[in-house]
């Protein structure tokens, strides 16, 4: 038998503030945090980020694969099942790699892979372009280079995010996952954001997790 990871997956482009509700939500639900590239092959991230370079989507594909098998590692290792939020997935993988070598549409998406563990919700949250844009300066001020390719495009290419964005979302239809859609105001603080996601995420009421499956 195996213990079961559930994952409830972070999504948005950079600097929507994907990072911050993942530590905070997995806080409030008790949950572990997780990122993919995780941080045991995220030292070699720079040398694949390129937005068109077929090394890059291979990197970012096999990052989903090493984050599932740690996942299934903790949770036999602390003898339980356990939930993860995770900043980033395959939903990113898809999105991005669609709107790299396909941008102009899809009439099918992919078939979420059976080997992968699929989340339970994938919360997709959306700021303003503006604002999201501002955060990147920031983020980079004083070090400019530190932008990768998608950065530099998704500064200047407003519609390209909300082309990834809505990827993200046909995968997930295509998949019947459910979707949180997160669109906080300006205004809202950090802790008011991870409380309105933590309430949407509530109202699925999802059944609690067998702490064992038989194989």
């Known amino acids: 038998g195996m ?3 559930r994952f409830i997956v972070i999504e948005g482009l950079d600097g929507s503030g994907k990072s911050t509700l993942t ?7 008790s949950a572990e945090a997780m990122a993919t590239p ?23 594909l096999v990052s989903n694969y090493i984050l599932a098998e740690l996942c299934r590692r903790e949770c ?15 939903t990113s993988t898809v999105a991005y790699n669609l709107c790299a070598v396909q941008p102009l549409g899809l009439l099918e ?11 339970a919700t994938v919360v997709v949250l959306r700021v303003p372009h503006a604002t999201r844009a501002t955060r990147m300066q920031l983020r980079n001020r004083g ?3 530190t932008f990768n390719d998608w950065d530099q495009v998704l500064q200047k290419d407003a519609a390209m995010g909300d082309r990834i964005l809505a990827h993200m979302v046909g995968l997930c239809n295509a998949n019947d996952l459910q979707i949180v859609h ?7 603080s950090r802790d008011e954001v991870t409380e309105l996601a933590r309430q949407q995420l509530s109202s ?12």
């Open 3 to 5: 213990y079961s990871p």
């Open 23 to 29: 530590a905070n939500l997995a806080t409030v639900l």
């Open 38 to 60: 995780s941080h045991h092959i995220a030292a070699v991230r720079k040398c694949f980020d390129r937005a068109r370079s077929p090394y890059s989507r291979c990197y970012y």
């Open 76 to 90: 036999a290792r602390q003898q339980k099942s356990l939930t993860f939020v995770v900043d980033r997935y395959f």
């Open 109 to 119: 998406y992919p078939r979420w892979p059976c080997s992968l563990i699929k989340p």
């Open 143 to 145: 070090a400019a280079q």
């Open 182 to 188: 997160l669109q906080p105001s300006d205004s809202m």
């Open 204 to 215: 699925f009421a999802p059944a609690p997790a067998p702490s064992r499956v038989d194989e």
